[in-house]
């Protein structure tokens, strides 16, 4: 079972419209957890990291299920400029090893969206 | 806003040469970490470096795998003797501190071994 699994998609969103996509994680020992977002040939950009509460930022909104270890990303009022691969990171460090840095990725879903 | 660095952009090498990938980390980092992204997979893990040692390797960080902090900015990956299947994008990231935090990644280079 893959570490972390994504739907590829693509997920085609006209202008304006909501979409949302989850991410499953296999640790149950994980303990962070962050949405990146890659353009083509680019770097991983930092979205926003997961907590467990829930979290909002702008137009974006991400969950944290620890029970069924899965994370979500929620993009309101879609806009031309959100097309990009999402990818979903998780981080298994459990503070007694040097395992902290260690991000393991998502495959990532591409959002697509239209005019 | 401060950045990762990286040098050079593109390196196009002959299998069995060796190449050197150079990174400068944001300023006040501590820790440093290396990603490769092969076209059209995910991200891996290679590496991470903090204090002048590796701290964690994955499996594919071999032996052909080396990195080394020569001086106070930089942070280079070497791959001794470059085979076709290390085609890739590496990334280079830092973090101010261990634990959860924020990676800052590198524009990444893209290395084509021929």
């Known amino acids: 079972r893959k570490e972390v699994e994504q739907d590829p998609g693509p997920f085609n969103v006209p202008e304006g419209a909501t979409v949302a996509f989850n991410c499953t994680y296999s640790?149950?020992?994980?303990?962070?957890f962050f949405w990146y977002r890659q353009d083509c040939r680019k770097e991983p950009k930092l979205l926003m990291s997961?907590?467990?509460s829930g979290n909002e930022d702008g137009r974006f909104t991400a969950q944290l299920n620890r029970a069924s270890q899965y994370i979500s990303l929620l993009i309101r009022d879609s806009k031309l400029s959100d097309s990009a691969t999402y990818l979903c990171?998780?981080?298994?460090?459990?503070?007694?090893?040097?395992?902290?840095?260690?991000?393991?990725f998502g495959a990532g879903t591409q959002v697509v969206v239209t005019p | 806003e401060p950045e990762v660095t990286q040098t050079p952009s593109h390196q196009v090498t002959q299998m069995g040469q060796e190449v050197i990938l150079r990174c400068v980390p944001i300023?006040?980092?501590?820790?440093f970490y290396w990603y490769r992204q092969i076209l059209g997979q995910k991200v891996e893990f290679l590496v991470s470096?903090?204090?002048?040692?590796?701290?964690?390797k994955s499996e594919i960080f071999d032996d052909q795998f080396s990195v080394e902090r020569p001086d106070g900015s930089n942070f280079t990956l070497k791959i001794r003797s470059t085979k076709l299947e290390d085609s890739a994008m590496y990334f280079c990231?830092?973090?101010?501190?261990?634990?959860?935090?924020?990676?800052?990644f590198g524009p990444g280079t893209r290395l084509t071994v021929l």
């Open positions: 470096f903090y204090n002048n040692e590796i701290s964690e």
């Open positions: 990231a830092s973090t101010p501190l261990a634990g959860p935090n924020t990676q800052y």
């Open positions: 640790n149950s020992a994980s303990q962070s």
């Open positions: 997961v907590y467990s």
């Open positions: 990171v998780v981080n298994r460090g459990d503070g007694a090893t040097d395992s902290w840095g260690k991000l393991q």
């Open positions: 300023s006040n980092h501590l820790y």
